[in-house]
């Protein structure tokens, strides 16, 4: 069974600070995804990951990927209350089903 | 585009009621997921349609639940008879289903389902 888990489940942090959060995953996959969800909202793509050591950036956030230690990272760079939401990270299981982690709840204070 | 499009919204029933959620994919998507998502289990998959035919429905808690798509642009959730364990936010997700790609799944609105 794949498991995912992403740590912390909860962060708060200051505006302008930079932090990571961390998923890792137990099998093999070939491709990792980041969500974003808002309170009350739905699922937004962030980033897809297909490869061991891609990279991708958007703005204060860059997520990255290695396969071999089955791990990604998302980096907050000089982080904005508007940044505050829920990020999931997720990995393919039997080439579809999405397994996702249990969320990181940011929050992001002045 | 319009998105995953999925109704209704909000649903409040009482126990013992049959519900029937709607979800309509994004055009030219030929892969459909039915999710699950609480507080306590997170999200979690319930079935899986390609081509409007089911491919994985190992996630359907129990004989309550039901899905079918009976075209590209359609898709239903049936819960009969609802439980209040059946409360939770059902999200429909759409694919283009090619492989070798991201095959990136965009998530509907969701309906968030009340059983008293």
């Known amino acids: 069974e794949l498991k995912v888990e992403q740590n912390p489940l909860f962060l708060s942090m200051q505006e302008g600070k930079n932090y990571t959060i961390y998923c890792n995953y137990s099998?093999?996959?070939?491709?990792l995804y980041w969500y974003r969800q808002d309170p009350g909202k739905s699922l937004e793509s962030l980033f897809v990951?297909?490869?061991?050591?891609a990279v991708k950036q958007e703005g204060r956030l860059m997520a990255s990927l290695d396969t071999k230690a089955r791990l990604s990272t998302l980096h907050i760079t000089a982080a904005v209350h508007d940044l505050s939401a829920t990020y999931f990270c997720?990995?393919?299981?039997?080439?579809?089903?999405?397994?996702f982690g249990k969320g990181t709840s940011l929050l992001v204070t002045p | 585009d319009a998105g995953v499009i999925q109704s209704p919204r909000h649903e409040v029933t009482e126990m013992g009621q049959e519900v029937t959620l709607r979800c309509k994919p994004i055009?030219?998507?030929?892969?459909l997921f039915w999710y699950r998502q609480t507080m306590m289990r997170g999200l979690e998959l319930l079935i899986y349609?390609?081509?409007?035919?089911?491919?994985?429905d190992s996630g359907m808690p129990e004989d309550r639940f039901s899905a079918k798509m009976p075209n590209a642009s359609f898709s239903t959730l049936k819960i009969q008879p609802s439980e209040p364990r059946d409360s939770a936010v059902y999200f429909c997700?759409?694919?283009?289903?090619?492989?070798?790609?991201?095959?990136?799944?965009?998530f509907g609105p969701g309906t968030r389902l009340t059983v008293l």
């Open positions: 997720a990995v393919v299981n039997s080439g579809y089903a999405l397994n």
């Open positions: 990951l297909l490869s061991n050591g």
């Open positions: 349609f390609n081509n409007n035919v089911p491919i994985d």
């Open positions: 997700a759409s694919s283009s289903g090619r492989r070798g790609g991201t095959d990136t799944q965009y």
């Open positions: 099998t093999t996959s070939d491709r």
């Open positions: 055009s030219g998507h030929n892969s």
